[in-house]
């Protein structure tokens, strides 16, 4: 009789190793809860919202116009050729999707403290969850900054359909800062009254409401040590046609970027075994 009986499946529950790898086995085999977890800061974030996803648009459009009468009006800030708000709005649409991913990264292990002490998954679907749900909001905001371009008739060049090298550099530079410092908040929550802090130094060391072409000699390669300095740059290259970023600083920003990532994951993986205990 009992060779009759199929054998029961034995399922090991390990914890991740000291190094633990970079998680992307992981990361796959969990796509699911990804989704879903995506999907569910989609809906708490505009569910009660009175305008919606309208706010993808009307953030950037504000900043713009506040930017654009300080900045461009009364400090006469260059830019390059380009109409003021147009300039602005062009750096203002990947700034805002790295700072807003950031930000919300940092404090998504927090926030989400219930459920990693009741059942486990890979922790590092809920900072890449934060990450991808604002992809939504650069999407939209990158269709009006076209729309901008059209209005303001400088035109769409063939570069455009390089926007999403930019993009996945920026994704990577989210991430990056993300995933390490949700990570560090959980044992140091310094972490989460600095970021704000750091968010607005960062702001004003990107050429956000300034042409990076200001930066010249070899200081340039010193400056493209913030990836976001070629992130803005290529955008702008890409859409309305100013300068674009070099290729030595463009590569110092790829591997500064690509690195933090890989250290932030490393780090992350090494760590996450505590989080239970420590959040």
Do not use: C
């Amino acid at each position: 009789m009992n060779a009759f009986i199929p054998e029961t499946p034995v399922i090991r529950l390990r914890p991740p190793g000291r190094w633990g790898g970079l998680g992307v086995a992981e990361i796959v085999r969990a796509r699911e809860l990804l989704y879903f977890l995506t999907r569910r800061e989609l809906l708490v974030r505009y569910k009660q919202s009175l305008l919606g996803v309208a706010w993808a648009v009307l953030q950037p459009v504000a900043l713009t116009f506040i930017f654009a009468l300080f900045f461009g009006r009364l400090a006469k800030v260059p830019s390059e050729g380009v109409p003021y708000p147009l300039f602005a709005l062009a750096g203002l649409v990947p700034w805002m999707f790295v700072s807003q991913a950031t930000a919300q990264a940092a404090q998504s292990l927090i926030g989400d403290a219930n459920l990693l002490s009741k059942v486990y998954f890979p922790r590092l679907v809920i900072p890449v969850a934060k990450v991808l749900a604002l992809l939504i909001d650069f999407i939209i905001a990158a269709g009006v900054l076209i729309a901008f371009t059209l209005l303001y008739g400088v035109g769409i060049r063939a570069q455009v359909l390089l926007l999403p090298v930019f993009l996945a550099l920026g994704l990577v530079t989210a991430l990056g800062a993300g995933v390490l410092l949700s990570a560090l908040n959980v044992k140091y929550r310094d972490v989460t009254v600095g970021v704000p802090l750091a968010m607005q130094i960062w702001l004003f060391a990107t050429p956000v409401v300034y042409p990076g072409s200001l930066i010249t000699g070899g200081w340039q390669y010193v400056y493209a040590l913030n990836p976001m300095v070629s992130i803005i740059d290529g955008v702008r290259w890409a859409v309305v046609g100013t300068g674009g970023p070099g290729g030595g600083p463009l590569a110092i920003s790829v591997a500064v970027a690509v690195g933090m990532a890989l250290a932030a994951i490393v780090y992350f993986k090494r760590t996450e075994r505590f989080f239970a205990d420590l959040i």
